[in-house]
């Protein structure tokens, strides 16, 4: 039985700063809880209802701790308005933001993207177009944001995220000759950059700030996508994890 203190903890995991502070975080329902199981993440251990349990719905794994808890107190660990009913608790996955690394293919850069539906967009995006590495802005959402760990569908669970100063990252990386392409209004054709690069860094930026002054200067291939519409003003611009997803594509492209 979860004591005052373990529900407490669990709980506080609602908040950034409590993420940040434990290093755990939540992660609720049945498919996702499996993705988790199937990660090389930690699990401390998988909270279930009497209901769920008896659902038949979720065989239990072997090796994980599993406890049973009443429904006021799942109630007050989810952050769902309807729980599922299965809860685990993980730890963060230790990063490291050596940026050589990178040399291999391609990473993604996220500057500014605070919306968690779309980070969790661009995580998922990311891992489909096998980009592992993600380097992400102070001024991101933190990516273990609850509804940034359902929209990525277990995508968080799997790709390396690095949450760091982007200026020093994208400095490190250009001194060591890796390029960084950055997604701007005025720029080259997308095509253009994949006949000259095969690596680098794919560089996004916020839908309504973009990408910050500060690292503009850091942009070795400024890249736009084409737009279309037949009315210059609107609209403004993409939405970050499209506009995400169609570079990612043309640089996987032959």
Aim: charged share 20%; glycine share 8%.
């Amino acid at each position: 039985m979860l004591s005052r203190k373990s529900l407490k903890l669990i709980a506080d995991l609602k908040q950034a700063r409590e993420r940040k502070a434990q290093g755990r975080f939540v992660v609720e329902g049945a498919k996702l809880v499996s993705e988790l199981l199937l990660s090389s993440l930690t699990i401390e251990a998988v909270y279930v209802t009497e209901q769920f349990l008896s659902s038949g719905e979720f065989p239990l794994p072997d090796g994980v701790s599993i406890e049973i808890v009443p429904e006021h107190d799942m109630a007050r660990l989810s952050n769902l308005s309807t729980p599922p009913g299965i809860l685990a608790v993980a730890g963060m996955r230790a990063s490291d933001a050596d940026a050589h690394t990178i040399q291999l293919g391609w990473s993604l850069a996220l500057d500014g993207i605070n919306d968690p539906g779309n980070m969790g967009t661009l995580l998922r995006t990311a891992e489909w177009f096998g980009m592992d590495k993600v380097y992400c802005s102070e001024q991101c959402v933190d990516v273990y944001n609850p509804k940034v760990v359902q929209s990525s569908m277990g995508s968080v669970f799997r790709v390396q995220v690095i949450e760091d100063d982007l200026s020093r990252i994208l400095s490190s990386a250009r001194e060591k000759g890796i390029s960084v392409a950055g997604a701007v209004l005025n720029g080259n054709p997308p095509d253009d950059l994949i006949r000259s690069l095969d690596k680098g860094i794919l560089l996004i930026g916020s839908e309504s700030h973009g990408i910050r002054p500060e690292l503009l200067s850091l942009i070795s291939h400024p890249i736009t996508i084409a737009r279309y519409s037949s009315v210059k003003e609107f609209p403004e611009s993409l939405n970050a994890a499209v506009a995400a997803g169609i570079l990612m594509h043309f640089l996987r492209s032959d």
